[in-house]
Nanobody, 115 residues
Framework: QVQLVESGGGLVQPGGSLRLSCAAS????????LGWYRQAPGNQRESVAK???????DVAESVKGRLTISRDNAKNTVYLQMSSLKPEDTAVYYC?????????WGQGTQVTVSS
């Protein structure tokens, strides 16, 4: 049974940086696509970034240049490095793991960008 545990969220000032981590249990991590979604109050969940098993990345245009996704297969962990944060980046961030047709989701971590 794969489980995902996110960490690294919190309160940061505009222009600041955060790194989110998502650690996975199980044996399928290295074969899986990993990604991050976010959901702000009153908004639909939106895709932020994903990284394939071959480390090919796809980042949403709205955050490109500010948010970077990476993975460490030795640690079964995917990261979302966020810089130049804006108030509109405030949301709950969810990581996911996709293996074949199965999606596993993390519990979410709150990111608040405010002065």
């Amino acid at each position: 049974q794969v489980q995902l545990v996110e960490s690294g969220g919190g309160l940061v000032q505009p222009g600041g940086s955060l790194r989110l981590s998502c650690a996975a249990s199980g044996d399928v991590f290295r074969f899986s696509t990993l990604g991050w979604y976010r959901q702000a109050p009153g908004n639909q969940r939106e895709s932020v970034a994903k990284i394939s098993s071959g480390s090919i990345t796809d980042v949403a245009e709205s955050v490109k240049g500010r948010l970077t996704i990476s993975r460490d297969n030795a640690k079964n962990t995917v990261y979302l490095q966020m810089s130049s944060l804006k108030p509109e980046d405030t949301a709950v961030y969810y990581c996911y793991l996709q293996f074949e047709s199965t999606y596993i989701w993390g519990q979410g971590t709150q990111v608040t960008v405010s002065s």
